[in-house]
C-alpha cells in the first residue's frame, strides 16, 4: 500500500527560530497532499492542501507566511514554520492518497513530527 | 462548513461491543472515514463509508445514513490494544474544493 514518510519525527527549538518539516511519498506520486496540525486532546485540524506546481491552498485563520509550504515535486511536501513561537508547539502531520488508488483505502498519513518551541 | 460531533470519551469491557456514533453537518457529502489513532502517532484508516448501509470488516463494522447526517463504528471482542482514540472524518466540499474534516475523536479506555 501507499506509503509516506514525515521527517523529523521530533524537533525542539528556540523561539524565532524557523522549522522545516518534510512529507515523501514513497511509493506513489501525489500531487495533493494536506498539513495538519493536532493540539493535546484535540482533533486534527487541516490547515493546508499542498498542490504540485502551484500554491497551498490555507484554511482559514491560518497564516500563509508564517507556515510556508513548498510542494515542488510530486514526492515531496515541505511545511517551515517560521519564527516560531512557543504556542506553535504542536504535533503536525502530513497525509495523502495515491491517485486513481480508491477512496475506499482511505488517506495515508506521515508518522507525525511533534514540535516543541522552547 | 463542515461540523462533527461524536463523544469525546467511552469506556468499555474487554470482550464486549462497543458503538461509538458520529453526526455530521457537511455540503457536497462525499465520504465518511473512521479513523483509530493511540496517542502520539498518526492514525490509521479503518473504514469507508460513502453509500448508506453497513460495512463490516473482521471485527469492525460501520454504518452510514447519509440522510440522517449519522454514522457509527462498532467493535466487537473488544481487546485491551483497542483502547485509543477514533476519529470520524467526512470528506465533503468547502469553499469551492474537497477536503476531509476531522471530528475531535473518541477516546476509548478497554478495562479488564
Known amino acids: 500500500g501507499a506509503v509516506v514518510s514525515q521527517h523529523p519525527s521530533r524537533v525542539i527549538c528556540k523561539s524565532g527560530t524557523s522549522v522545516k518539516i518534510e512529507c515523501r511519498s514513497l511509493?506513489?506520486?501525489?500531487?495533493?497532499m494536506f498539513w495538519y496540525r493536532q493540539f493535546p486532546k484535540q482533533s486534527l485540524m487541516l490547515m493546508a492542501t499542498?498542490?504540485?506546481?502551484?500554491?497551498?491552498?490555507?484554511e482559514q485563520g491560518v497564516e500563509k507566511d508564517k507556515f510556508l509550504i513548498n510542494h515542488a515535486s510530486l514526492t515531496l511536501s515541505t511545511l517551515t514554520v517560521t519564527s516560531a513561537h512557543p504556542e506553535d508547539s504542536s504535533f503536525y502531520i502530513c497525509?495523502?492518497?495515491?491517485?486513481?488508488?480508491?477512496?475506499?483505502?482511505?488517506?495515508?498519513f506521515g508518522s507525525g513530527t511533534r514540535l516543541t518551541v522552547v | 462548513g463542515q461540523n462533527i460531533d461524536q463523544p469525546t470519551e467511552m469506556t468499555a469491557t474487554e470482550g464486549a461491543i462497543v458503538q461509538i456514533n458520529c453526526t455530521y453537518q457537511?455540503?457536497?457529502?462525499?465520504?465518511l472515514f473512521w479513523y483509530q489513532q493511540h496517542a502520539g502517532e498518526a492514525p490509521t484508516f479503518l473504514s469507508y463509508?460513502?453509500?448508506?448501509g453497513l460495512e463490516e470488516k473482521g471485527r469492525f463494522s460501520s454504518f452510514l445514513s447519509r440522510s440522517k447526517g449519522y454514522s457509527y463504528l462498532l467493535l466487537k471482542e473488544l481487546q485491551m490494544k483497542d483502547s485509543a482514540s477514533y476519529l470520524c472524518?467526512?470528506?465533503?466540499?468547502?469553499?469551492?474544493?474537497?477536503?476531509?474534516?476531522f471530528g475531535i475523536g473518541t477516546k476509548l479506555q478497554v478495562i479488564p
Open positions: 472524518a467526512v470528506r465533503g466540499r468547502s469553499g469551492g474544493y474537497q477536503k476531509v474534516t
Open positions: 463509508n460513502v453509500l448508506d
Open positions: 457537511t455540503s457536497g457529502f462525499n465520504g
Open positions: 499542498s498542490n504540485e506546481g502551484s500554491k497551498a491552498t490555507y
Open positions: 511509493d506513489f506520486q501525489a500531487t495533493t
Open positions: 497525509s495523502a492518497r495515491e491517485p486513481g488508488e480508491l477512496v475506499i483505502h482511505g488517506y495515508t
